[in-house]
């Protein structure tokens, strides 16, 4: 490990990126919170969930669809998907060039109204990007490879209902503190949501016990103990469990604001040692994941501030994006150096195991990351056609 703790790598970078900022130290924490992200959807990727994910799309509560809140990855069943070479004239390739070189496969666009997204601008790939939507559906788009003088494009139709939901929660604290006022905020913040957009709502008993409900569209129920009865709603076919069920997946990191040390410095990871906040979380997602220091700091070390001679594209990228004279972020969730993209997916592919070891289940309690991922597809697989019919 490059570095003891997250809080000196706060410190490193806030001295060597961002120097030149009104806050350093702030700034370097807000850059981190986007590596959280960045390494989360990477993940994503390397899972083979590409074509399912969105980002930041708007959810609506569960029985109250006036109400919408923006997620940073929510996955969608694909409803129909086409591959398509395009020419690579120029330096952009725009949402409205898609569309042209897609109505002669016979792709039918009907209902559908054209984004003014660019999938690719100046060398900068937009990741999940969205060139039309529908009453009930987004048409995505994402580089598949590139062959000769032509791009090969993946182009897919989502459903507008989700089967999942990612969000990403990191918060910094000032110097001299163990943790700040914003850190319950964001707990708060994550848990609220985490329990309002899907079919399957937690209730506790007077015992203390964590129970399951959900719905049916006759009004009838089913209550069981939470773990239980999400496990049976994955593994189901039944339409009336599945059609408004959102499995909701927490990332956090940086353990001064999640997790008390022990007296050694030593981080324990069993229920008692967790911090409130953590318990919020813990209790509101259905899987919670823990962003460990290492797993951090191998990111950051390995492949932003001294990566080998073939990855030193991601430092530059990365450098690039933080600079006083920065034109343009091009190391985000959303917007992603296209050379840099290619590099992040070959190392998430090639150390694909190292990487889930950078992950601590926080709950459901005795889970594995493997066990998440085979829910993931499982869910995936659904026939959703006929679910959400």
């Known amino acids: 490990m490059g570095y003891e703790s997250v809080d000196k790598l706060q410190s490193v970078l806030a001295h060597e990126v961002f120097s030149h900022t009104k806050d350093p130290k702030k700034a370097a924490g807000r850059a981190l919170g986007t590596l959280v992200e960045i390494i989360t959807y990477y993940l994503l990727k390397t899972w083979g969930l590409n074509d399912s994910v969105s980002i930041e799309r708007g959810l609506a509560e569960y029985g109250n669809p006036a109400i919408n ?48 997204n660019q999938l690719i601008s100046n060398n900068i790939l937009r990741n999940a990007c969205t060139i039309a939507t529908s009453e009930n559906s987004f048409l995505l788009c994402s580089i598949m490879s590139r062959s ?5 494009l993946h182009i897919y139709e989502q459903s507008k209902q989700p089967y999942a939901m990612i969000e990403c929660k990191r918060v910094g604290v000032e110097e001299g503190m163990t943790k700040g006022p914003q850190t319950i905020e964001k707990a708060k913040q994550g848990a609220y949501v985490a329990r309002m957009t899907s079919s399957l709502q937690k209730i506790r008993s007077e015992s203390g016990e964590m129970q399951g409900i959900i719905y049916k569209s006759d009004g009838s129920h089913i209550i069981k103990p939470y773990v239980d009865l999400m496990e049976e709603v994955v593994m189901s076919s039944d339409k009336e ?26 981080l324990d990871f069993s229920e008692e040692n967790f911090q409130k906040e953590l318990l919020v979380l813990a209790q509101s997602y259905d899987w919670l994941l823990f962003l460990t220091d290492k797993g951090l700091s191998d990111f950051i070390d390995k492949l932003l501030l001294r990566p080998v001679p073939k990855l030193k594209i991601l430092r530059d990228t990365f450098l690039s994006s933080y600079t ?15 050379q840099a993209d290619a590099l992040l997916l070959a190392y998430f592919h090639k150390n694909r195991s190292a990487v889930e070891g950078w992950f601590n289940i926080i709950s459901p309690s005795r889970k594995s990351l493997s066990e998440l991922k085979a829910s993931l597809e499982k869910l995936r697989k659904k026939n959703w056609e006929t679910i959400l019919s």
Not at 72 to 87: C, G, M, N, Q, W
Not at 148 to 152: A, L, P, Q, R
Not at 241 to 253: A, E, H, P, T, W
């Open 324 to 338: 006083e004279s920065k034109r343009k972020n091009q190391f985000t969730k959303v917007q992603m150096n296209i």
């Open 69 to 116: 809140h923006n997620v940073e990855y929510s996955l969608h069943p694909v409803a129909r998907s086409v591959f398509l070479a395009i020419e690579a004239a120029g330096q952009s390739i725009t949402s409205n060039a898609i569309l042209k070189a897609l109505r002669p496969t016979g792709f039918n666009l009907i209902g559908f109204e054209r984004k003014n």
């Open 148 to 152: 000769g003088s032509k791009w090969v």
């Open 241 to 266: 469990l599945l059609r408004k069920f959102i499995l909701s997946i927490g990332v956090v990191s940086n353990h001064g604001n999640w997790i008390k040390k022990s007296s050694s410095g030593i």
